[in-house]
């Protein structure tokens, strides 16, 4: 029987397909810094915070990139954020496991307030007992360590580690749920791939989220 009873998600390519809306945000800068990057490219970026992106893919000096936050936002801020479709049975796991008896939580590099609102129009806000993520001005908590480590303070969980599980689609989740001490699940409909998982030395990795709950019930 697994010992977990809070579940930390990841939000962009584990709860919802969020790549259509972000792919447009990264458009926006790129048309505004005339730079000559493409879908290729805004892949990466999904999973990582803007100012690791921005620095390491699209190249911006450092004294550029909180101007480039910002015109990121001001398109996904309006148009962007809800242009997203959540995953075929994300949602349904997430129902079936609170009826378990789990405590559901979102530890997103997202900013707090984006994920909270797209589950508030998206009608899912009500499904968790927290949700955490980046401030807005990507100068704390913009890592995914810090998320989580603020989940896990702001929920009483720093002495229940071993009762936490993260749950997401990149390496970038698992990294930040080690460094943190937890236990991490690699799932693979999102944005990530098994090869990923297996390099950042997942402890599970599961495909569908009919696995994730039987998993988790066991």
Avoid at 92 to 103: D, M, N, S
Avoid at 157 to 182: F, P, Q, S, T
Wanted: net charge negative; proline share 4%; charged share 25%.
């Amino acid at each position: 029987m697994n010992k977990f009873s809070y579940l930390l998600f990841d939000f962009d390519g584990t709860l919802f397909d969020t790549a259509p809306g972000i792919f447009k945000s990264m458009q926006h800068v790129c048309d505004h810094y005339k730079l000559p990057y493409g879908e290729a490219e805004f892949k990466k970026m999904i999973g990582p915070s803007l100012k690791e992106s921005f620095t390491t893919i699209f190249h911006l000096p450092e004294s550029e990139v909180p101007q480039a936050i910002n015109v990121y936002r001001e398109y996904y801020s309006t148009v962007g954020m809800f242009d997203c479709t959540p995953y075929n049975g994300v949602f349904e796991l997430i129902e079936k496991l609170r009826t378990k008896g789990f405590k559901i939580l979102v530890a997103t590099s997202k900013p707090e307030l984006y994920a909270k609102q797209i589950l508030e129009r998206k009608g899912f806000l009500h499904l968790f007992d927290f949700v955490g993520g980046a401030d807005l001005s990507e100068q704390k908590r913009c890592e995914k360590i810090d998320v989580v480590n603020y989940v896990l303070k702001e929920n009483n969980l720093v002495k229940k580690k071993n009762e936490c599980l993260m749950i997401g689609d990149r390496k970038y989740d698992i990294n930040g749920a080690h460094a943190a001490d937890l236990k991490a699940l690699g799932i693979l409909w999102g944005f990530g791939n098994r090869e990923e998982f297996e390099e950042a030395n997942a402890d599970f990795i599961l495909e569908t989220p009919e696995q994730v709950f039987e998993f988790l019930s066991n």
